[in-house]
């Protein structure tokens, strides 16, 4: 069985503008071989830690194809939820072999900032 030794997420950018996308590339490093057949899954989940709003609950898994995947951080996941806020701090949780004695995580958070878009 194949350990995984590491997964991250990054942004292309500490501050974007609301309604905003964009691609969020995920690494993966193994001891061993493994990418495919014997790899876990990967989940994502998406977070305003500003409001304390789930943004996208553990979505997945998905089987990383390749050491590096990108994820698509669309323009509704970046809305501002409360329009009085200025800006807000959300954050991108990924997760490997969730719920298991291997499990791995990391997360990135960015800034969106408030642009005056009305719902």
């Known amino acids: 069985m194949t350990n995984i030794l590491e997964i991250s997420v990054q942004a292309p ?9 964009f691609y969020a590339p995920i690494y993966f490093r193994y001891e061993g071989s493994a990418i495919g057949g014997d790899a876990f899954g990967y989940y994502i989940r998406i977070d305003c ?4 709003t789930t943004i996208l609950d553990w979505d997945g898994p998905y089987t990383p194809q390749a ?6 951080i669309s323009s509704e996941q970046n809305r501002i939820i409360d329009r ?14 969730k719920n298991t004695p291997l499990e791995v995580r990391d997360n990135i958070q960015y800034i969106v900032n408030n642009r005056g878009w009305s719902d």
Request: a neutral charge; aromatic letters at 4%; charged letters at 25%.
């Open 13 to 21: 950018n500490p501050v974007i503008n609301e309604r905003s996308s």
């Open 49 to 52: 830690l500003t409001t304390g």
């Open 67 to 72: 050491p590096d995947v990108t994820y698509t």
């Open 84 to 97: 009085s806020n200025k800006e807000e701090k959300k954050q991108i949780t990924v997760a490997m072999a």
